[in-house]
């Protein structure tokens, strides 16, 4: 009746007092980072703060130099750009005036200037004036003035002498620098009966008188149209249909002081030129005589 005794425990081989790591020896060993001090954190901080104050106040310096040199900066500035300016323009133009607000008058001129480039045709007479009712005017020193017809019909030139007009002209023109303007509503006459006839001043009348005996008397008003003529030119006036222009066929010729007419359509248009009468075409005397009147030319002045 023994109890059996329990299996005796092994025993372990005494432990070591080196460490483990002895036997793995062979394996290689990590760095292992040495531990911070306490003070290091403390350096890092200062240092950025330290730049970080270092760019402000760069900043601030940088714009406080900004604020005072602006002006100086501004003012070479607009001096190169002067300088610069010569150069770009163009060279026909050295010194250029400054260039100044234009006037209403200068700005309605530019305006204009596009159509007075185009040089248009200008008309055969831009200064003539027109009639605005039919009839046959005088032009004469730019004016227009209407002559009006003397009664009863002309005579053909072969007739030297018409029957006697006893009453003055009705119109006087100041020189014998004339042309006709002819407004008619059918724009048409016959240029080869065109002509300015001789209106003569009967200067005095020669008869007989009660008792037989020859006395001359002075005419009073009285003249009569001659066959002597000046023939003049017929053309158009521009954009007018119904108009005609009667010209001397001879550039520069004028009438002398008297009396004429004109003749259109067989009928005579009467005016005066003013001044003193010298051309002895425009006098005539007359004989009354049983058969007749006859007439001859005045007599030249003594």
């Not at 200068?106 to 200064?127: I, K």
């Not at 007739?159 to 724009?187: E, H």
């Not at 006036?237 to 066929?249: A, F, I, K, S």
């Not at 009468?277 to 007439?295: M, S």
Request: glycine share 6%.
């Amino acid at each position: 009746g023994h109890t059996p005794a329990p299996p005796p425990i092994p025993m372990s081989s005494p432990v070591s007092a080196s460490p483990p790591a002895a036997k793995d020896a062979g394996a290689p060993r990590r760095p292992v980072a040495s531990p911070r001090s306490p003070d290091q954190p403390k350096r890092s901080g200062a240092f950025t703060f330290l730049v970080r104050l270092a760019g402000i106040l760069l900043l601030m310096a940088g714009a406080s130099s900004a604020v005072i040199y602006w002006p100086r900066l501004r003012t070479h500035v607009s001096a190169l750009s002067q300088l610069a300016l010569p150069s770009e323009r163009a060279p026909g133009n050295p010194e250029p005036r400054p260039a100044t607000a234009p006037t209403p008058s200068e700005s309605v001129s530019v305006e204009r200037s596009p159509d007075s480039a185009r040089e248009p045709a200008p008309p055969a007479h831009p200064s003539m004036p027109l009639p605005t009712t039919f009839g046959v005017y005088a032009l004469n020193e730019g004016q227009l003035q209407e002559l009006k017809p003397v009664p009863g019909k002309i005579p053909d030139r072969r007739v030297a002498i018409s029957a006697a007009i006893n009453t003055p002209s009705a119109t006087t023109l100041t020189s014998g620098d004339v042309n006709f303007i002819v407004f008619r509503p059918d724009g048409s006459i016959e240029a080869s009966v065109t002509e300015v006839r001789v209106v003569a001043k009967v200067s005095r009348s020669m008869g007989v008188d009660a008792s037989g005996k020859a006395a001359i008397v002075n005419a009073g008003d009285s003249w009569v149209i001659r066959s002597m003529s000046y023939p003049y030119k017929v053309g158009p006036v521009e954009d007018q249909q119904r108009m005609l222009l009667l010209q001397p066929e001879q550039d520069g010729f004028t009438l002398s002081p008297g009396r004429y007419i004109v003749v259109v359509k067989g009928i005579g248009y009467d005016f005066t030129v003013a001044g003193t009468i010298t051309d002895p075409n425009q006098c005539v005397e007359r004989i009354n005589a049983a058969n007749g009147a006859f007439y001859s030319p005045c007599p030249p002045p003594r």
